[in-house]
């Protein structure tokens, strides 16, 4: 009897060995249909951050032009009545950076005034700079307007 007792207990403890065996096989790792969609996520999740990066490195890129053309039409806001007359015309050119601009002068008229023999005091100065941005089909445009007096003579 004490005979038949050793063997239960050792077929015991053989089958829950076993069977522990069994249980931590299936349980120990991912399976293929996990690890596939575990690729899924993360593929998706580097799409996202990577259009998130390519729109900001977008954004950055357009506020770099929009400031060289901000730069450009005070630079020639500047220019007008100092380094060119300021007299009633449109000048057109381009930039160092490759930045079109238009320079359009026109005499100030006093509401008094005489719209056919102006006696200008002071003339609008208007500087539009435009540029090709990306993809974009119209052209992108910035315009300052300032009012200049000429120089005492």
Known sequence: MANERQIRS???????????????????????LEALLALVILAAVLVVLY???????????????????LL???SELARAG???PLAPGTTSGK????????????????????????????????????????LRPLPRTLELTTLKRPPPK
């Open 72 to 74: 450009v039409a005070r």
């Open 10 to 32: 050792q077929t015991d403890r053989a089958s829950s060995v076993g069977s522990m065996r069994h249980r931590i096989s299936r349980d120990a790792g991912f399976t293929l």
């Open 82 to 84: 100092v380094e060119t």
């Open 95 to 134: 930039a160092d950076n490759g930045l079109d601009y238009q320079v359009t002068i026109s005499p100030y008229l006093d509401g008094d005034a005489d719209w056919r023999n102006p006696i200008p005091e002071a003339y609008w100065v208007r500087v539009t700079v435009s540029w090709r941005s990306g």
């Open 51 to 69: 259009q998130a990066m390519a729109g900001n490195w977008h954004s950055i890129g357009a506020a770099e032009r929009e400031k060289e053309a």
